[in-house]
């Protein structure tokens, strides 16, 4: 290997979680390698110092001879962990006037869609200034900075302390003036961290964008503080650290933002180069550690990039190595929860570490591996006990195993041994790395047959085979230093300048001119970059991508460019249809960004030769030791193998064991490792592998139950990843307003990836339905459509795609059968006829204004679209779709969604055998209703009646059966069905009551119908929770849905009411249109505070960025912020709403539907009631009007929508004193008002929704405010 200082030491160092690796290149060119706990505080400070001075034997306290030394090179967690505990520099952020929360509310949806307690990532920024000034989208200034506000605001931040700022405003990226100013300013001031958005990430999306420059001002003194202790003990020595990007910079121009993926990013180069040492050019990386598993793809020689990706709950915009994390690694923590075994995904971490670690840790994957004799103390490094020279526990592993196999089999009658059970945890373990390879690979258009997986980290190894073996690869390959490879990368990377800039040009032939003329700018920046770190100008290797999109989608590509049109039109299409599977005819294409890339080596190495083969005469191989291994089911004699006695070529047939310094590699029965010319192990299967396993039926395996939980869940979400990405509509594709799932042969839901909560449960109504109208009798790849409210479907646009399975053999007949499964797609279709645009209007009164009705409708006929028809019905209307080609392309993507399920069914009944797969669809259902019933068993009976802004209610009473463990839930007294669109149609009623009893399980479980068995459902038929033709009910998918939501969380007592309402805001005009839902306060718990500004219940779609709605529709939003005190008080205070205003630039038709204007989101146990929404029409003459929770406006140049969100109600007693009514006023307030409570809870109401919805005055002692307790036993409208 030769790099630039011959007679000198290098240091490549990856800095884990866990470990910190370091390889050490000597001045004779030898490699050496060494393993630290990353936190030893016992013994060291730094653990990278500590290796460096022990191999170059300088004692602690001494100084690092920085002449023997040619360069440090790191990867390094420090920032990474810094972010993930949020332990970064107080933060101060500037942006503009009426955006002082833009960050903190993002895109509105929320991480999880089941929990109550909704958590948002905590923020990175704890003071903001908002400064007065603005740019529009098209470059014009409408507001002159205010130069004495924002200098001032800066001044009082800095005076209390604060010395890093993150300037973010909207449209900065283009137009910087504004920025510049602001940073001046700072600068003046004495801010030592000062962090620009047009400088740290110059591209569109302001909340990606403003993101990234938070991150980069919260961290960079973080890492500056690092880089200056490891400089200060290494004093002359170059130090360079590695970027997300894959690329090593000099320390000092190392910045927070480019240091989150810093130790990942190494262990992928380390994969790309050594393999293609090798002449392996594709392959997927599979670096496994203790706390968690990366996985990335480098296809062709090259390596995949994403610019816009989320880490740690925050939104990174900058180039980053395309690695997906999984919390699957060494130190995942095993579970059992009565029925299942689970993996994570928390984990033990280095301290105390699994239980083998000798630091009283929990049981752990490694745990598992040690308990199966894979990994055995005498081969692994004793860096354990308090001295750190002991070796791994493996007492404490058997003894610990032995408890919980004795807790399984006692649960489970499942008689399996301690061996078994660890053997379990593995495969689950395997399972969970395998989807989250599928996840960059297969989900995107990826076949992984073709791919090598390279695999690396300390337990890389462990695992390769059966890996391999998950997702059907048959080749692996495991470098020599593949227990340090992260490390051994940081020496093989090189020295890398990146420049991006947002351009939005069209692809023309003076877009071409334009990124000429800007590339030129940008690869001057990168080549001056690396100029200062030493690179000679003539050195550096510059490329030029662009990132191109269809235009009116947000999907871009990222291409390679080159200045002719035709050539580059080309390249993308052929990626995009490798990506997505199509490409659309006629659409205009917009080149979005501009990337520069220089790049220079930092020293490559050289080609090593693996020695002589082994000579015939010479003596065979042989194994170091024979030990017992556990694997396949069964104990093995196992040979071990040390590595350093193999010659080339030599073969190892498994099940056996090859020891490493740095790593454990395991071959499995039916693989064999050979020794290739580099001195790594190329991992070969020997036989194809028997898909069919042998699965018992007779009884649920505990391990076998969560893995087609597993396998059933990724079969719909891959179903998922396959209709966004062949999707052409805004809704599908980037408001992810869509579901897909696999039901049984009697249409029992089996999984439902949780896409869009209203979705969820819904969808077996329509498989049922299908199933009746057909009596069960099908044609193989028959394609069924409908969206029927009144037959399973939830509102016009909603459309599901239904595709009944059968056995593979099955498709060569021509005679129908009875299908053995069926899968279904649901999308929301942005457009399907209807008396407005969009086929959402307000005042829909009969079903046909709604859009066109589709009943069990045959979509494909024994494989042939029959699109004649199709067009037929979607045309044929009183009120027709007004794009029905979009509803082709949507119908299309569902269709192929729907394959991918059949795809994957086949797979599993291939692995598993029909009989094992049918019976587990049985058990995962059994699984799922057990998890209810322990949910019910602690329930209490209530009754609720909630009204809506209309006047009609939805009334529930919930009795418990504690001797069923059942629950029934009563929607008789609920109003009779609406002569408006507030109507639910049964199928969201349903799915109503399984969001709800799902958010009671504290756990995570699978989806399914077994989650509806023990809830009885009545529902009183022509009522507004069950209509009947031809009611209305657009408004009851979206609002009465949050309704009946709110409504059993009242009747349960559990949590108080959400904002209560999707905020429905749409606009447009013969030339465009727009539709989202609008986020707001949810409600509080027993134990928790509600969460501002986010989706709730029944909704969880996206909101588009500012930035974005701006350049793409002629509005300006003026004002996007919390609505502070909107949420209700209590013990537990609800979540605030929001406030939108959007000017609009042309004449356009804007138009709401939403609720809780009139009654407020109720409070319970003594909360007090979240705050009323408020729509308002602001003239731009200045005349405000007020508007009803269902409006319809015509709005003109300058005119704004302002649109007040609801809060969520409170939980408990407010601090403040209440005053009490008298037992009139508490019955004409329940009479009324329609909303409380019988279980002995409260309900709080304002004065002006007293005097609103009571016709009453209630005076109170306290200023302003008069609130009114009642119970409402007997509610009643």
Request: net charge neutral.
């Amino acid at each position: 290997m030769k790099s630039g200082g011959e007679g000198k030491w290098e240091f490549w160092i990856d800095r884990g979680g866990t470990f910190t690796d370091i390889v050490a290149k000597t001045p004779t060119g030898e490699l050496l390698t060494k393993k630290l706990l990353s936190e030893n505080p016992e013994a060291y400070r730094d653990a990278a110092i500590a290796g460096i001075r022990s191999f170059l034997g300088v004692s602690k306290g001494e100084p690092i001879p920085a002449e023997k030394i040619e360069a440090v090179k790191m990867g390094t967690t420090v920032a990474t962990n810094a972010l993930l505990e949020r332990k970064g520099v107080p933060t101060v952020l500037v942006t503009n006037k009426g955006f002082r929360d833009v960050l903190r509310i993002g895109y509105q949806n929320r991480p999880d869609i089941f929990a109550r307690h909704i958590v948002k990532p905590e923020l990175l920024y704890s003071h903001t200034i908002e400064a007065d000034c603005r740019f529009d989208a098209k470059g014009e200034e409408l507001v002159d900075l205010d130069v004495e506000g924002v200098t001032k605001g800066l001044q009082s931040a800095f005076d209390q302390g604060y010395k890093s700022v993150a300037i973010v405003l909207i449209h900065g990226y283009r137009f910087t003036k504004h920025e510049k100013a602001i940073k001046d300013i700072a600068s003046r001031i004495g801010f030592t961290q000062i962090s620009v958005s047009h400088e740290v990430s110059p591209l569109i999306k302001m909340v990606s964008r403003g993101d990234t420059t938070t991150v980069d001002a919260y961290l960079s003194p973080i890492l500056r503080h690092y880089v200056d202790q490891v400089s200060s003990e290494l004093k002359g020595t170059r130090l360079m650290f590695m970027q997300s990007n894959g690329g090593l910079t000099d320390a000092q121009l190392f910045q927070g933002k480019d240091s989150i993926l810093s130790g990942p990013a190494g262990g992928i180069v380390g994969a790309a180069q050594t393999c293609e040492f090798e002449g392996i050019t594709s392959l997927i990386g599979f670096d496994m550690g203790g706390t968690s598993t990366d996985v990335a793809m480098y296809t062709d020689n090259h390596y995949e990039r994403a610019y816009d990706t989320e880490v740690a709950g925050v939104r990174m915009r900058a180039p980053m190595m395309k690695i997906h994390t999984v919390a699957a690694g060494g130190g995942s923590i095993l579970h059992f929860d009565g029925q299942r075994l689970l993996c994570g995904p928390d984990s033990a971490g280095a301290v105390p570490g699994p239980a083998c670690y000798r630091r009283g840790g929990p049981l752990a994957v490694t745990d598992c591996n040690v308990m199966l004799g894979k990994v055995r103390p005498e081969y692994f490094p004793m860096v354990f006990g308090p001295n750190g020279d002991q070796a791994l526990d493996k007492k404490v592993v058997e003894e610990k195993f032995a408890t919980l196999t004795a807790e399984i089999n006692q649960k489970t009658s499942a008689g399996k041994s301690c061996h078994e059970i660890a053997e379990g945890f593995l495969s689950i373990a395997v399972e969970n790395m395998a989807s989250a390879i599928k996840d960059i690979s297969v989900r995107r258009g990826h076949d992984v047959k073709k791919y090598t997986l390279c695999c690396f980290g300390g337990a890389g190894a462990q695992h390769a085979c059966l890996v391999a073996d998950a997702l059907g690869m048959q080749q692996v390959y495991i470098h020599q230093l593949s227990g340090v490879l992260s490390a051994y990368g940081m020496g093989l990377a090189d020295i890398r300048a990146i420049r991006e800039m947002s351009v939005e040009l069209d692809l023309d032939e003076k877009g071409l001119a334009d990124v000429d003329e800007k590339s030129q700018d940008l690869r001057k920046l990168c080549v001056q970059e690396l100029q200062s770190q030493g690179v000679a100008q003539e050195t550096p290797k510059t490329e030029v991508s662009v990132h191109l999109r269809y235009k009116g989608t947000d999907s871009s590509l990222q291409v390679g460019y080159v200045a002719d049109k035709a050539e580059l039109i080309k390249k993308f299409e052929a990626k995009h249809r490798q990506r997505y599977g199509f490409v659309p005819e006629g659409k205009a294409i917009v080149i979005e960004a501009v990337v520069v890339e220089s790049l220079a080596a930092s020293g490559k190495v050289q080609n090593k030769s693996g020695g002589t083969p082994r000579k015939d005469a010479e003596i065979a191989l042989k194994p170091t030791a024979k030990v017992k291994m556990f694997t396949a089911g069964a104990e093995h004699e196992t040979n071990v193998y040390a590595s350093s006695d193999l010659l080339l070529g030599d073969e190892v047939y498994g099940p056996a064991i090859i020891t490493e310094p740095n790593s454990t590699v395991i071959v499995e029965p039916e693989w064999k490792a050979v020794l290739t010319d580099q001195r790594s192990l190329l991992l070969t299967r020997t036989q194809e592998k028997k898909r069919a396993a042998a699965v018992g039926t007779d009884r649920c395996d505990p391990v076998m139950l969560e893995i087609f939980n597993n396998l059933f869940m990724s079969c719909a979400e891959q179903m998922g990843s396959t209709l966004e990405n062949v999707s052409h509509s805004v809704n599908i594709k980037e408001r992810l307003d869509f579901s897909c799932a696999l039901f049984d042969s009697q249409g029992n839901l089996i999984a439902n990836a949780p896409h869009v909560p209203v979705h969820l449960g819904s969808m077996d109504q329509s498989v049922k339905s299908i199933i009746k109208s057909q009596q069960g009798i099908f044609q193989p790849k028959d394609v069924y459509a409908m969206n029927n409210p009144y037959n399973g479907g939830t509102h016009i646009p909603d459309v599901t795609v239904i595709t009944p399975v059968f056995a593979e053999e099955e498709y060569a007949k021509p005679t129908g059968e009875k299908p053995l499964f069926f899968v279904a797609s649901r999308g929301h279709h942005q457009e399907i006829g209807g008396i407005t645009p969009g086929s959402v209007p307000p005042f829909s009164k009969h079903i046909e204004e709604e859009g066109v009705l589709i009943d069990n409708f045959q979509l494909v006929d024994r494989g042939v679209f029959r699109e004649k028809e199709t067009i037929a019905l979607l045309t044929g209307n009183k009120y027709p779709t007004r794009n029905y080609e979009m509803n082709l392309s949507d119908l299309r993507a569902q269709m192929a969604a729907n394959e991918r399920g059949v795809q994957e069914i086949h797979k599993m009944v291939k692995q598993f055998s029909l009989p094992v797969v049918q019976t587990y669809m049985k058990y995962v259902q059994d699984n799922a209703e057990e998890m209810v019933r322990k949910v019910i068993d602690a329930l209490k009976p209530g009754s609720f009646s909630y009204a809506t802004d209309d006047g009609c209610k939805v009334s529930v009473t919930v009795s418990i059966d504690s001797k069923t463990r059942s629950a029934h839930l009563d929607f008789t007294g609920t109003d009779p069905q609406q002569n408006s669109n507030f109507n639910a149609p049964k199928a969201i009623a349903h799915a109503a009551c399984l969001y709800v009893f799902r958010t009671l399980v504290d756990q995570p479980i699978p989806l399914n119908s077994g989650c509806m068995k023990p809830l009885k459902i009545t529902l009183p038929e022509k009522s507004m929770v069950n209509p009947v033709f031809p009611a209305a009910v657009v408004a009851g998918n979206v609002e009465v849905s949050q309704v009946v939501t709110d409504a059993l969380y009242g009747a349960l007592g559990v949590l108080a009411g959400c904002q209560g309402t999707m905020n429905n805001f749409t606009f447009g005009n013969s030339k465009t249109g727009y539709y989202e839902t609008i986020c707001g306060g949810s409600g509080a718990g027993p134990d928790f505070d509600g969460c501002d500004a986010v989706h709730t219940n029944m909704t969880n779609t996206r909101l588009t960025d500012p930035e974005v709605l701006e350049n793409r529709y002629p509005v300006r939003l003026e004002t996007f912020e919390i609505r502070k005190g909107s949420g209700g008080k209590g013990t537990h205070r609800g979540g605030d709403g929001i406030v939108r205003e959007i000017r609009f630039l042309e004449p356009m038709t804007a138009s709401i539907v939403s609720n809780r204007r009139k009654i407020a989101p109720y409070g319970i146990s003594g909360g007090s009631p979240g705050a009323v929404g408020i729509n308002r029409l602001i003239k731009n003459n200045g005349e405000v009007k007020e508007l009803s929770h269902r409006a319809e406006c015509k709005m003109e140049p300058g005119d704004i929508f302002r649109i007040e969100t609801p809060g969520g109600g409170g939980f408990g007693s407010p601090s403040s004193g209440v005053s009490s009514v008298s037992s009139a006023a508490k019955t004409l307030a329940a009479s009324v008002l329609g909303a409380g409570e019988s279980s002995g809870g409260s309900f709080y109401v304002s004065a002006s929704s007293a005097a609103l919805c009571l016709g009453v005055a209630i005076v109170a002692a306290s200023a302003g405010f008069a609130l009114g307790r009642f119970s409402a036993s007997n509610s009643r409208n």
